[in-house]
């Protein structure tokens, strides 16, 4: 009998091997696949191996879509998941009763019953003796939660809200309750005593601090050893020469259920112990005696973890096969644990240098600009130093000489500044600390000036003395109200003027007394703008990533200031959005940027398409369609060489709305982009119901490609999907060739960054075209 979901009147059927329903996307799938980027490549499925059979019962169809579209490339021991479709309790049995190998339930509490799922669990367990099969309840009524002895008696894996039921959250617990099913089959032999290793496994998958999971492998596996025994849990690094360096304690529990301290393993152990420890690692698999089993298993990082068991009862059964069987489990845990703290530190922190990067360092900028009273005697001081030629060094000298030139670099900075100064690089050669206290202008000069002569000091780099050459600036406030990027944008203004002023210290000033100072000042200043003609286009160049030839170019608003010189939007921006001013600013560029359009395409012969950003204001602002056709009728532009970018939050905060104002502009011809994909919700469903033609990848993951194995599975990850939908991907922040190689290699078709040119006006731009 094929397997079909049973016949259910107004409902669309779907066989489990139909493949996948047309639609772009689940909920959050791209950014939460960060879970499992670390963890090798799972071997192809093979299709000798029968596929994992999970059931989906749920009275809504969309559910049923989204799920599948969310695991379809999911694969477990080899095997692929097959997915069956059920509408109702009754449905579900009929399947169960056909498919008794089924391994995963995902199920619905709320169908024709309120209480539909639960009976259903009822007669899983107890009138069809099932307790194999893994269940994980879904609802869209939080408030039909089950009671806790109801989750218990019936041994359901995991019960989420669908709102909250993301796809890292979905991929966690499927992957979960697959490794649970596999182990209950081939622990069938073992049941009673393995019991508690069944339970710890799903556990440890939701702990996410490396210390606790360490205890929790080490106190579930005492469980099953036995009383008196000893467990251990062993990290060892390979080192570069092959050797392995010294065995370390994570956790452990010695003879007679004695809590152990983490340290050097052989401070704490019998050398008896240590060598079995080494001998298990250096086998590379179980080893056992009378009294003792050590089990290795590997971790991504180039180093292993091993369980030890000593002293155990004579005649205990244990099995050996299980056991490393819960040891590489643990090894699986500990990597997505390590993983995860290493994705929540790297989104705030430079990993080359150690320091923040600019996203932490704006956090730490707003924190301290939370703490300032109106009419207080605080002030915030951001300082800015600049490596000049640092380019230079690099292709000279080497990325490697350029590496140790930046950590030295932190380094100087970091001792000048003082221990109560936070320091980040917020730049591929730009670096920036934010002093301490509440220092008085002339006190925040001193300290930039010291920090800077400390970056000049020579260097010994490729053998050759190197005398680095910085540019300062300084932004210096003492008004509350202002942004942390606004402050961070100041400064880097002023460290501009540090060039052309032959590195000599620059400065902003802003205070509620001065004429550039508070809110209110600002956005009177940014209607004086509009008014006089005060905003410039800036275009940065997107290359094709085949050809390395210009593409496109991203229009970028400047503020020519009368006083400040060029501003650039981090300054402006968030002032222009929270008073309104954004959605005539924004209707500016784009009339703008299709008027060089029109005028680069036809001076090139050639088209020349130009990306422009949108914001949330203009697309809920009433008359934005006509607006854009007016543009398009004056600028005599062709719309299809008009590509707009939209980030998630755009969208967000009224995706109905923003969805008929996008499928109006395709309908005009005008391109569409996502912006920043991977860093905010990354909710695939936009992709599936909006009309998009390009993903745009955020920097983040380009910058951190080369060295980390994760960002670049999430670009795999994304280019695959973005081949899937059909839609064209353009990398920014692309700052080297390897980086851009990369890229290439993994299909990326358009490259943006300052590789290839840093904003620049119009003029300059043309020069690029031949224009």
């Known amino acids: 009998m094929s397997a079909t979901a049973i016949p259910k009147q107004g409902k669309r059927q779907m066989t489990p091997g139909q493949g996948w329903p047309s639609g772009r996307g689940a909920n959050g799938m791209a950014d939460d696949l960060l879970d499992f980027a670390a963890e090798p490549a799972p071997a192809p499925a093979s299709p000798s191996l029968a596929p994992w059979l999970v059931l989906i019962v749920d009275d809504d169809p969309s559910v049923h879509s989204v799920t599948r579209l969310a695991l379809r490339d999911m694969a477990h021991a080899g095997r692929k998941l097959l997915f069956l479709s059920a509408y109702s309790a009754g449905e579900a049995r009929q399947m169960l009763a056909l498919y008794p190998d089924i391994a995963l339930i995902l199920l619905d509490v709320v169908m024709e019953a309120e209480d539909a799922g639960l009976r259903l669990i009822q007669t899983v367990r107890e009138e069809m003796g099932n307790h194999d099969v893994r269940i994980?309840?879904?609802?869209?009524?939080p408030g039909q939660a089950p009671e806790r002895e109801v989750v218990e008696?019936?041994?359901?894996?995991?019960?989420?809200?669908?709102?909250?039921?993301?796809?890292?959250?979905?991929?966690?617990?499927?992957?979960?309750a697959l490794r649970a099913f596999e182990q209950i089959r081939e622990l069938d032999q073992h049941r009673a005593g393995l019991t508690h290793i069944l339970d710890a496994s799903a556990r440890l998958f939701g702990e996410h601090d490396p210390e606790r999971l360490a205890h929790a492998a080490v106190d579930a596996l005492s469980a099953v050893a036995g009383p008196g025994a000893g467990?251990?849990?062993?990290?060892?690094?390979?080192?570069?020469?092959?050797?392995?360096?010294?065995?370390?304690?994570?956790?452990?529990?010695?003879e007679g259920r004695v809590a152990m301290t983490p340290g050097a393993l052989a401070h704490l152990v019998p050398a008896e112990i240590g060598q079995q420890v080494t001998a298990a690692l250096a086998a590379g698999k179980a080893l056992s005696g009378a009294d003792w089993f050590a089990l290795p298993a590997s971790l991504a990082d180039d180093a292993a973890i091993i369980l030890h068991l000593s002293h155990l009862t004579p005649g205990r059964a244990l099995d050996a096969g299980m056991l490393s069987l819960f040891a590489r489990t643990v090894a699986v845990a500990l990597e997505n644990a390590r993983l995860l703290v290493q994705l929540s530190k790297d989104r705030t922190h430079d990993r080359a240098t150690g320091l923040l990067n600019r996203l932490g360092f704006i956090q730490a900028i707003e924190t301290r600009l939370a703490r300032m009273q109106p009419g207080g005697a605080d002030s915030v001081a951001v300082g800015i130093i600049d490596l000049r030629h640092f380019r230079d060094i690099n292709q000279e000298l080497g990325v490697a000489a350029g590496d140790r030139l930046l950590v030295s670099t932190a380094q100087r900075v970091t001792a000048a500044a003082g221990a109560d100064a936070i320091c980040g690089r917020t730049g591929a050669d730009q670096f920036a600390l934010l002093l301490p206290g509440a220092p008085i202008l002339s006190a925040a000069r001193d300290a930039i000036h010291a920090v800077a002569g400390a970056v000049s000091e020579p260097i010994i780099l490729a053998g050759r003395e190197v005398h680095p050459m910085s540019s300062p600036g300084l932004a210096w406030c003492n008004c509350p109200g202002r942004h942390g990027e606004?402050?961070?944008?100041?400064?880097?203004?002023?460290?501009?003027?540090?060039?052309?002023?032959?590195?000599?210290?620059?400065?902003?000033?802003?205070?509620?007394?001065?004429?550039?100072?508070?809110?209110?000042?600002?956005?009177?200043?940014?209607?004086?703008?509009?008014?006089?003609?005060?905003?410039?286009?800036?275009?940065?160049p997107i290359v094709d990533a085949a050809t390395r030839e210009i593409a496109a170019f991203e229009a970028l608003v400047?503020?020519?200031?009368?006083?400040?010189?060029?501003?650039?939007?981090?300054?402006?921006?968030?002032?222009?959005?929270?008073?309104?001013?954004?959605?005539?600013?924004?209707?500016?560029?784009?009339?703008?940027?299709?008027?060089?359009?029109?005028?680069?395409?036809?001076?090139?012969?050639?088209?020349?398409?130009?990306?422009?950003n949108i914001s949330a204001a203009q697309l809920s602002e009433p008359g934005f369609l006509d607006n854009v056709r007016a543009v398009i009728a004056e600028s005599g532009v062709d719309p299809t060489l008009l590509k707009l970018e939209v980030t998630e939050s755009t969208i967000i905060g009224d995706p109905a709305h923003a969805a008929e104002i996008?499928?109006?502009?395709?309908?005009?011809?005008?391109?569409?982009?996502?912006?920043?994909?991977?860093?905010?919700?990354?909710?695939?469903?936009y992709l599936q119901t909006l009309p998009f033609d390009f993903l745009k990848v955020d920097r983040a993951f380009v910058t951190s490609m080369i060295d980390r194995f994760e960002s670049r599975t999430i670009l795999r990850t994304m280019l695959a999907l973005a081949q899937q939908l059909a839609l064209e991907v353009v990398a920014e922040g692309v700052e080297t060739d390897e980086q851009a190689d990369e890229l290439s290699r993994l299909g990326c078709g358009f490259l943006q960054g300052y590789l290839y040119g840093r904003p620049m006006p119009a003029p300059e731009a043309g020069r690029f075209i031949g224009v």
């Not at 994980?136 to 009524?141: A, E, P």
């Not at 690094?237 to 360096?245: S, V, Y």
């Open 136 to 141: 994980i309840l879904r609802t869209g009524q």
């Open 153 to 176: 008696r019936y041994d359901i894996n995991d019960y989420r809200a669908k709102d909250e039921l993301t796809a890292r959250r979905l991929w966690t617990s499927v992957y979960t």
């Open 231 to 254: 467990v251990l849990l062993v990290r060892c690094e390979r080192l570069p020469d092959g050797t392995t360096g010294e065995p370390l304690l994570l956790a452990g529990i010695g």
């Open 486 to 540: 606004e402050l961070l944008a100041r400064a880097e203004e002023s460290m501009q003027a540090s060039k052309r002023a032959f590195g000599r210290l620059q400065e902003v000033v802003i205070g509620a007394d001065r004429t550039d100072g508070g809110r209110l000042g600002l956005t009177m200043e940014l209607g004086t703008a509009l008014k006089q003609g005060q905003f410039e286009l800036y275009y940065q």
């Open 558 to 612: 400047r503020w020519n200031h009368p006083s400040r010189g060029i501003v650039i939007p981090a300054a402006f921006i968030p002032t222009a959005e929270e008073t309104g001013l954004i959605v005539p600013i924004g209707t500016w560029v784009m009339r703008e940027a299709a008027l060089q359009t029109a005028d680069w395409t036809r001076r090139a012969g050639r088209p020349v398409w130009v990306s422009v």
């Open 662 to 685: 996008l499928t109006g502009l395709r309908d005009l011809g005008i391109r569409l982009c996502m912006d920043d994909f991977g860093t905010g919700y990354s909710n695939l469903s």
